[in-house]
Nanobody, 118 residues
């Protein structure tokens, strides 16, 4: 079974920066795509950025957020700069993993709260 552990959330002022990290561990044979999703209060979960065969960003974060991976550590990062209040929400890590026991699976982290406020 594969699990994802996120870290790096918290309270930050508008214009500030914050980096999120997500570590995948467990019975991992290989990892294809890793990405970050955001869910604001009362809204649907939406893609922020993903890294796989290609790198994708939501229009709202292009030029401000950067996704990167350390494949040797099974870790994905999301560097977020010039933060705005609308970036507030719970950030979830997602990974498409080839599990030794269960084959191709999509795993989610527990989420980390990010609040952008003065």
């Amino acid at each position: 079974q594969v699990q994802l552990l996120e870290s790096g959330g918290g309270l930050v002022q508008p214009g500030g920066s914050l980096r999120l990290s997500c570590l995948a561990f467990g019975s991992i044979r290989s990892i294809n795509t890793m990405g970050w999703y955001r869910q604001a209060a009362g809204q649907r979960r939406e893609l922020v950025a993903s890294s796989g065969d290609s790198t994708i960003y939501a229009d709202s974060v292009k030029g401000r957020f950067t996704i990167s991976r350390d494949n040797a550590k099974n870790t994905v990062y999301l560097q977020r700069n010039s933060l705005k209040s609308e970036d507030t929400g719970v950030y979830y890590c997602n990974a498409d993993v080839m599990d030794y026991d269960y084959g191709d699976t999509s795993s989610w982290g527990q989420g980390t709260q990010v609040t952008v406020s003065s």
